[in-house]
């Protein structure tokens, strides 16, 4: 199974200790839409990484950022990302960082990340 843009995103982000760091895409076999999507998503992480991390810490109520996990913690800051650019439907946004907190996590995790991700799509009113 070919892996998606989210996933080498995902793995990205999540070798980083600090989000001062630029996130750069590491190793991949994408095919070019993919990359196009990748390259676009970190792009925009990059320039709105204190936007991202401020709307993830107004939703994760009870949770400072720093005491979210580090896989939960990734796909939240990334799929807030995806959710702000708005070129994919909210729902399969959710649905596929839940797969990957799913995959690299819990299953807890990422129910975590589903309601996240869910409200700040409902807040943020991203369609």
């Not at 676009?40 to 320039?47: A, E, S």
């Not at 009870?62 to 939240?76: D, F, Y």
């Not at 299953?107 to 869910?118: C, E, P, Q, T």
């Amino acid at each position: 199974m070919r892996l998606d843009f989210r996933h080498y995103t995902f793995n990205s982000i999540f070798r980083l200790d600090d989000y001062s760091d630029n996130i750069v895409l590491i190793d991949n076999d994408l095919e070019q839409n993919q990359l196009l999507r990748a390259n676009q998503l970190i792009q925009h992480t990059n320039v709105n990484i204190e936007n991202i991390l401020q709307i993830l810490g107004n939703s994760a109520e009870n949770w400072t950022v720093s005491r979210i996990g580090k896989a939960e913690r990734s796909a939240l800051i990334l799929g807030i990302s995806e959710l702000l650019l708005n070129l994919t439907p909210h729902k399969v946004i959710v649905a596929e960082w839940t797969k990957i907190v799913d995959k690299h996590s819990s299953s807890d995790g990422a129910k975590f990340v589903n309601a996240i991700l869910d409200n700040v799509s409902k807040d943020y009113d991203v369609n």
